[in-house]
């Protein structure tokens, strides 16, 4: 048989067992203090990340509004001067000047306007341009000259864009149904 451990060695691992057992409460303390810790800046990252969506969501829809709001200023406030300024007699190199400026205000808005047009229906671009000089009044025969197309394109444009708004066979006119858009 085997020595048995003298009574001092019994101590001796008692108390070894005893520091151990401190140390072991002492580091199961200090983790759950870093745990808490931790769990507190989740939280606050879960805060800040939550407001930060917020922030953007408000973000986008103001830029979503300022752009209907130019998009509206310039049609509303700007285009229908311009559409004044065409019905006087103007000499050539005027109207090319005014058609220039046409064409620049359009290329502003375009981006404004094509992006809120093909959100909502899936028009393309040309089909974008065709449906805002629709709303504007504008003949097929007139949006032909000032695209330089013929009137059958353009028919074929409006055709399409009835089918994408869901007016292809009703008896709905399509710049009232245009103009009922946002």
Do not use: C
Not at 114 to 125: D, E, Q, V
Not at 142 to 149: D, G, K, Q, R
């Amino acid at each position: 048989m085997g020595k048995r451990p003298s009574y001092e060695n019994l101590e001796e691992i008692v108390r070894q067992l005893e520091k151990e057992s401190q140390e072991r409460k002492r580091v199961e303390a200090a983790l759950r203090k870093s745990e808490a810790a931790v769990e507190d800046q989740v939280r606050n990252l879960e805060e800040v990340n939550m407001a930060l969506k917020v922030l953007l969501k408000r973000k986008e829809e103001d830029k979503a509004e300022l752009e209907e709001k130019v998009l509206s200023n310039v049609k509303g406030l700007i285009l229908p001067y311009v559409d004044a300024l065409r019905n006087t007699r103007l000499d050539p190199k005027q109207q090319n000047y005014l058609g220039i400026i046409e064409s620049h205000l359009n290329s502003i808005v375009s981006p404004f306007s094509a992006k809120l047009s093909s959100r909502y229906w899936g028009l393309t671009p040309r089909e974008i341009q065709v449906a805002a000089l629709i709303k504007e009044g504008k003949t097929s025969k007139e949006i032909a000259e000032l695209s330089n197309v013929s009137t059958r394109a353009i028919e074929f444009h409006r055709d399409n864009i009835r089918a994408k708004l869901g007016l292809k066979n009703k008896k709905a006119n399509l710049r009232s149904s245009l103009l009922s858009l946002p």
